[in-house]
């Protein structure tokens, strides 16, 4: 779907929950940040966006406190 149509924000979308629930931050980051150049107001990838950087950031604090 992304091949025939790659700037459909909702196929974008989708695809950065579906790399997010893999754990795959760095695809998830890149296509969000395609997604955000093409509409940089659109609620669902800004959530998103807080949402990816609360998990890293929630990880990077578990990281710490094992060490």
Do not use: C, W
Not at 24 to 50: M, Q, T, V, W
């Amino acid at each position: 779907v992304r091949l025939r149509n790659p700037t459909h924000i909702k196929n974008l979308t989708n695809l950065v929950q579906n790399h997010l629930a893999l754990g795959n931050y760095p695809r998830a980051k890149d296509i969000l940040a395609e997604g955000l150049s093409i509409d940089p107001n659109h609620s669902k990838l800004l959530k998103l966006k807080e949402y990816m950087l609360n998990q890293i950031k929630k990880f990077s604090n578990e990281e710490n406190l094992s060490n």
